[in-house]
Structure formats: C-alpha cells, structure tokens
C-alpha cells in the first residue's frame, strides 16, 4: 500500500509556481521522501528527494516539514511541459532491493 | 541521471503469441530491476523484482510462468509475455536501482490483438 496522501488534481497557470502538497503521516526514521512525475505515455522520470532537510535541484524543491509527517514539493515557474502525474513516495532507499511503490499521484495540469 | 532504455518501445502481436521485452541499464551496473504495468489511466503496479544470477520475485497475483523473467547481465534483465491475450496489453515499464534512486525506462506498450 502506498504510504502517502495527495489530492488528484491540481491547475497551475503558466510561469506561477506550482506547490503539490504530500501527507506521509506514517513515515519512519529511515524513510525518505522522493518525487517523480509521469508525462503521458512516458516512464516515470526522477524529480527530487530528501530525508528531513529542505533540497533544492534544477527542476524543483522539496520542503519537509520539521516533524516530516507531510512535504511540498515546489516548481518555481511552471511550464506547459510540466503537465504531468506527480507522485509522492516514501521508501527507505538503504535496501537495494526496495522498489518504489506508487499511489495515485496528482495530476498538474499547466493551463496557459 | 542514469540511463535505462527498453525496447521494443512499442508491439503488437496475435493472442497466443510470445513477446519479449528488453530493459538495458546504459551507465551504471544494477544488481537489482524491476517491471511495472501500467493499465490506462492508472498508476504503476510492481510486478516482480529481478536480481541478477538468480530468480525473480512475483508480486502477488502476478503468474511467473506467464511472464518470464531473466536478469542474465548486470545491465540486462528480459521480461517474456508468454501466451499473450488481450487482456495482457498494458504499458510495461522496466526499472534500475543505483545506490540512491531508481530510474524508470520509457516503456513499452505491447498490444495483443
């Protein structure tokens, strides 16, 4: 069963930042948090994780808050190709042998 | 970030046909893949995990004589849909660990006629 909580949807205008929230209220010590999206018929691509600190790459930043039991995940300028599935996932990342298991995501529709 | 390629990127074959899928890790060695389905409008559901040198490990209700997994190389795992149905068609989606995070291929969509 996945472990986090998202909303199915969400609209973003073009160039505004696009903030998808995920509540991980089970989340434990080892347990990070990642993010990938899903661009229609495509694989799921990497986005960012983290463990409990704030992270920040060139595609977006990631906002954990301090008791980690929920995150934001933030896309500074959205663009039309950020339309997308947006999944949250929370996985100890030490086992090589863990997959990820996804939820439902959210669906970021970019709207110009 | 690494590379994972699959192919063929897309298939269509007869029911009662055998097909099979190719999952190539480009740039890094992975001890350790695994294949996802992907029916329309869902989301990805694990099929097996696939270790290199021995045999896969079957999420439940995934039939392992149906869909043939080989991981013969650390770069190289094949999944086999065997006796393939319509109801088989789906997007298969391969996937390659390295020591922080796991990249996905692009996948395939095989459809069974």
């Known amino acids: 069963d996945a472990k986090t909580t998202q909303p199915t949807s969400m609209d973003c205008a073009e160039g505004r930042a696009a903030n998808l929230p995920c509540n991980h209220s089970?989340?434990?010590?080892?347990?990070?948090v990642y993010w990938y999206r899903q661009i229609h018929s495509q694989g799921p691509q990497y986005i960012i994780h983290g463990l409990k600190n704030n992270e920040t790459n060139e595609m977006a930043s990631l906002i954990i808050t301090e008791d980690r039991k929920s995150s934001t995940l933030i896309l500074p300028h959205a663009t039309l190709r950020d339309t997308a599935v947006y999944y949250c996932?929370?996985?100890?990342?030490?086992?090589?042998?863990?997959?990820?298991?996804f939820g439902k995501g959210t669906r970021l529709s970019v709207i110009a | 970030g690494a590379v994972v390629s699959q192919h063929p990127s897309r298939v269509i074959c007869k029911s009662g046909t055998s097909v099979k899928i190719e999952c190539r890790s480009l740039d890094f060695q992975a001890t350790t893949m695994f294949w996802y389905r992907q029916f329309p409008k869902q989301s990805l559901m694990l099929m097996a995990t696939?270790?290199?040198?021995?045999?896969?490990?079957?999420e439940q209700g995934v039939e392992k004589d149906k869909f043939l997994i080989n991981h013969a190389s650390l770069t190289l795992s094949t999944l086999t849909v065997t006796s393939a149905h319509p109801e088989d068609s789906s997007f298969y989606i391969c996937?390659?660990?390295?020591?922080?995070?796991?990249?996905f291929g692009p996948g395939t969509r095989l459809t069974v006629l």
């Open positions: 996937s390659a660990r390295d020591k922080t995070r796991q990249f």
């Open positions: 996932i929370v996985t100890d990342a030490s086992s090589g042998n863990t997959p990820l298991v």
């Open positions: 696939s270790n290199e040198g021995s045999k896969a490990t079957y």
């Open positions: 089970t989340i434990s010590g080892n347990e990070y």
